[in-house]
């Protein structure tokens, strides 16, 4: 079974401040890395996407890959109270040629005004 | 902007029965997957669903539960004796192809609750 670890949290950050969420892989052969946002009852809602090393930014959020590392992480820039919520980071795993979402724990977040 | 939707978005049983939780993909898509979440903890994968047939199942996914795309826009999970453990929230996801930079995106989820 591939694992995907974050640091449960909670995560208190004050607004306008960076929120940092990390989390790490067991499958070193893992190509696709996501975050999604979950607020509480709700499904859960595409952040962003990563495939291959380094920085991709959109907008407030900046997602980091280091794949010899098997680390992912996510930068909020200017938090807002908005922001609060559960980030669950996601792993494609690949079995005989299927794939599913692997999924962490996710981190909760919590933006103070 | 294209959703995928579910019915009802909250289902109560009681134990021993039947529940049939619906789900409707975007239209052009191709690969379907059911997840739940027990409260409070993590997102798990139980099926995926291709060209009308089972591709993968999770160990949770065990001979109560059933899949069925009957009619071309449903996709549907059905669990057909309810325990009190699979009370939970029920994600149906979909995605157009199966490449892996391919995103599954997820409708607003059916609560299950059994009694």
């Known amino acids: 079974q591939k694992e995907v670890e974050q640091n449960s949290g909670p995560l208190s950050v004050p607004e306008g401040a960076i929120a940092s969420l990390n989390c790490t892989y067991s499958?070193?052969?893992?190509?696709?890395f996501f975050w999604y946002r979950q607020y509480s009852g709700k499904s859960p809602e595409l952040i962003m996407s990563?495939?291959?090393?380094g920085d991709k930014e959109d907008g407030r959020f900046t997602a980091q890959l280091n794949k010899a590392s098997q680390y992912v992480s996510l930068l909020i820039r200017d938090s807002q109270p908005s922001d609060s919520a559960t980030y669950l980071c996601?792993?494609?795993?690949?079995?005989?040629?299927?794939?599913?979402?692997?999924f962490g724990t996710g981190t909760r977040l919590t933006i103070i005004p | 902007e294209p959703e995928v939707t579910q019915t009802p978005s909250h289902q109560v049983t009681q134990m021993g029965q039947e529940v049939i939780l619906r789900c409707v993909p975007i239209?052009?898509?191709?690969?379907f997957y059911w997840y739940r979440q027990i409260l409070g903890q993590k997102v798990e994968f139980l099926v995926s669903?291709?060209?009308?047939?089972?591709?993968?199942k999770s160990e949770i996914f065990d001979d109560q539960f059933s899949v069925e795309r009957p009619d071309g826009s449903n996709f549907t999970l059905k669990i057909r004796s309810t325990k009190l453990e699979d009370s939970a929230m029920y994600f149906c996801?979909?995605?157009?192809?199966?490449?892996?930079?391919?995103?599954?995106?997820f409708g607003p989820g059916t609560r299950l609750t059994v009694l």
């Open positions: 669903f291709y060209n009308n047939e089972i591709s993968e």
């Open positions: 239209s052009n898509h191709l690969y």
């Open positions: 990563i495939y291959s090393n």
């Open positions: 996801a979909s995605r157009i192809r199966a490449w892996s930079t391919d995103t599954q995106y």
């Open positions: 996601a792993v494609i795993e690949v079995n005989f040629g299927n794939e599913k979402l692997t």
């Open positions: 499958d070193r052969g893992s190509q696709s």
